[in-house]
């Protein structure tokens, strides 16, 4: 059974740092990984995603990585904003679901970006 | 741009009362997810539909119910609502051949 973990829970660093924050996941089957920003009491916005068959994807102050091999992933955040205070969660879509774009989400994890 | 709305932000109801949850979304797409979302748990999925009147079990289905009569609409029915299913309720959609999903603002239901 494929599950994903996003370490660490919560994140508080000062304004301008650049920061990683990491998933990995157990089963390497995955179509695809996705990262998701999640404001407070808000739904979920896609971020990035990137197919089983690439290694990074970019947008903008945003990079992620994939090592499917390894079953990690990272996203990393270049000098960061207090605007990006979020929880941002990560999700693989698994190879036996491709026909209907089941995701499977880590727990999450909680930034803070302190002015 | 996609738009995926549900019908209440915030929703209180009582044992045993018989709930439903609306999701509309505007872009034709084929597939509508319904997820709970819990503090230690993430997200997990409920139900699942990936056309009209065609609906599948996610991972945690008990205690729900679904309805599609309409590509654009997705139902989740609580059908004795517990204070168990006190949660945050999300609902996306995607197409089959795209990979994104779009999610709804959420409804947080607190069951008394």
């Known amino acids: 059974k494929q599950e994903v973990t996003q370490i660490p829970a919560a994140l508080s660093v000062p304004e301008g740092e650049n920061l990683v924050l990491n998933c990995s996941f157990t089963?390497?089957?995955?179509?695809?990984l996705q990262w998701f920003r999640q404001d407070p009491g808000k739904g979920l916005t896609s971020l990035l995603l990137i197919q089983s068959s690439q290694r990074e994807q970019t947008s903008g102050r945003l990079n992620a990585s994939l090592d499917k091999s390894s079953g990690r992933s990272t996203l990393y955040i270049a000098a960061s904003q207090p605007g990006d205070s979020a929880t941002y969660l990560c999700?693989?879509?698994?190879?036996?679901?491709?026909?209907?774009?089941?995701?499977?989400f880590g727990q999450g994890t909680t930034l803070q970006v302190k002015p | 741009d996609v738009k995926v709305t549900q019908s209440s932000r915030y929703l209180v109801k009582r044992t045993g009362e018989k709930v439903f949850l609306e999701c509309v979304q505007d872009m034709d797409h084929e597939n509508m997810f319904w997820y709970r979302q819990d503090p230690g748990l993430g997200l997990r999925l409920i139900y699942f539909?990936?056309?009209?009147?065609?609906?599948e079990k996610g991972d945690i289905p008990e205690g729900y119910s679904v309805s599609r009569e309409k590509k654009e609409r997705f139902s989740l029915i609580l059908e004795s609502a517990s204070t168990n299913q006190t949660s945050m309720y999300l609902c996306a959609s995607s197409l089959p051949a795209r990979d994104t999903q779009y999610f709804g603002p959420g409804t947080r239901l607190t069951v008394l």
């Open positions: 999700a693989v879509r698994p190879q036996r679901s491709s026909n209907t774009g089941k995701l499977i």
């Open positions: 539909s990936y056309d009209v009147k065609m609906k």
């Open positions: 089963d390497s089957a995955i179509y695809n």
